[in-house]
């Protein structure tokens, strides 16, 4: 069974970091892609990060520069560093294995909450 479970979320001020960890399982990691989405109030998911198999990296532009994605594949995990954060980042940040293998959109972790706030 396909498994994601995300962590490392919480109250942050802005211009803090905040590192986010994405542990998997049920599946072979290093074969697929993986992604950040989010999802603030109000507002359609969107994509945020994403990291291929091979390490390849492609980010939205409202946090490219700010945003690092990263793979350990040797503990089945996906992190996604978070600098300067904004409170426009603020939402439900979710980690997805997009793989057609693991539903019509992917496989979806329960999110973490990330909540950028003075």
């Known amino acids: 069974q396909v498994q994601l479970v995300e962590s490392g979320g919480g109250l942050v001020q802005p211009w803090g970091s905040l590192r986010l960890s994405c542990a998997t399982s049920g599946f072979t990691f290093s074969m697929y892609a993986m992604s950040w989405y989010r999802q603030a109030p109000g507002k359609e998911r969107e994509l945020v990060a994403a990291?291929?198999?091979?390490?390849?990296?492609n980010y939205a532009d409202s946090v490219k520069g700010r945003f690092t994605i990263s793979r350990d594949n040797a503990k089945n995990t996906i992190y996604l560093q978070m600098n300067s954060l904004k409170p426009d980042d603020t939402a439900v940040y979710y980690c997805n294995a997009p793989s057609k293998r693991f539903g019509s959109s992917g496989s979806w972790g329960q999110g973490t909450q990330v909540t950028v706030s003075s």
């Open positions: 990291i291929s198999s091979g390490g390849v990296k």
